[in-house]
C-alpha cells in the first residue's frame, strides 16, 4: 500500500496563499501555470501543499500575482512541526484556508464594499446568531 504524501504545514501554508491571492486578481490555475510555463496541475499541487515552491518559482509567481514573497509567509507557521509530532491548527489558519476559497474571497469582497457600518454589524450578529444555532 502507497503512503499518501501529507505537505508541510509551511508548504501548504504558502500554496493557501498562492491560491488566495490567484482567486483575489480572477486567475485560473491555468493562467498562472502557463506564465510560470507549468501545467494547471503543478499549480494544484503547489496551491495544496503537495509539492514544495522553490525560492525562484516563489519569485516568479510573485511577480505574476503582484505581490513580495513575503506575502506567501504573512501568519506563516512558526515552525514545522518535529517528526511524530501533532500541529495544532490556530484560528490564523482557519481564516487562512477559508480566505482561499471562493465563498470566502466573494463573502470578504461583498461585506467590504457594503458602507453603512450599521448594516455590517447586522450581518455579523446574523452570522454569530446562526453559528449558535448550529450548536
Same mark, same amino acid.
Given at each position: 500500500?502507497?503512503? =499518501?504524501?501529507?505537505?508541510? *504545514?509551511?508548504?501548504?501554508?504558502?500554496? %493557501?496563499?498562492?491560491?488566495? &491571492?490567484?482567486?483575489?486578481?480572477?486567475?485560473? /490555475?491555468?493562467?498562472?501555470?502557463? $506564465?510560470?510555463?507549468?501545467?494547471? /496541475?503543478?499549480?494544484?499541487?503547489? !496551491?495544496?501543499?503537495?509539492? &514544495?515552491? +522553490?525560492?525562484? &518559482? #516563489?519569485?516568479?509567481?510573485?511577480?505574476? #500575482? /503582484?505581490? *513580495?514573497? %513575503?506575502?506567501?509567509?504573512?501568519?506563516? *507557521?512558526?515552525?514545522? *512541526?518535529?517528526?511524530?509530532?501533532?500541529?495544532?491548527? %490556530? $484560528? =490564523?489558519?482557519?481564516?487562512?484556508?477559508?480566505?482561499?476559497?471562493?465563498?470566502?474571497? %466573494? #463573502? $470578504?469582497?461583498?461585506?467590504?464594499?457594503?458602507? +453603512?457600518? /450599521?448594516?455590517?454589524? =447586522?450581518?455579523? +450578529?446574523?452570522? !454569530?446568531?446562526? !453559528? $449558535?444555532?448550529? &450548536?
Amino acid at each position: 500500500m502507497m503512503k =499518501q504524501r501529507s505537505g508541510n *504545514p509551511i508548504d501548504k501554508h504558502v500554496g %493557501t496563499r498562492v491560491r488566495m &491571492r490567484r482567486m483575489m486578481l480572477n486567475k485560473s /490555475q491555468t493562467e498562472l501555470g502557463n $506564465a510560470l510555463g507549468l501545467t494547471f /496541475q503543478q499549480v494544484h499541487k503547489y !496551491e495544496k501543499g503537495i509539492n &514544495r515552491i +522553490s525560492a525562484s &518559482r #516563489l519569485v516568479q509567481i510573485g511577480n505574476f #500575482l /503582484q505581490v *513580495p514573497v %513575503t506575502f506567501f509567509f504573512d501568519d506563516a *507557521p512558526d515552525v514545522a *512541526p518535529v517528526s511524530g509530532s501533532k500541529r495544532v491548527l %490556530t $484560528a =490564523q489558519d482557519g481564516i487562512a484556508a477559508f480566505m482561499a476559497t471562493r465563498e470566502g474571497l %466573494t #463573502l $470578504a469582497k461583498s461585506f467590504m464594499r457594503i458602507s +453603512s457600518r /450599521q448594516m455590517r454589524q =447586522q450581518i455579523v +450578529s446574523l452570522v !454569530e446568531k446562526l !453559528e $449558535a444555532v448550529k &450548536r
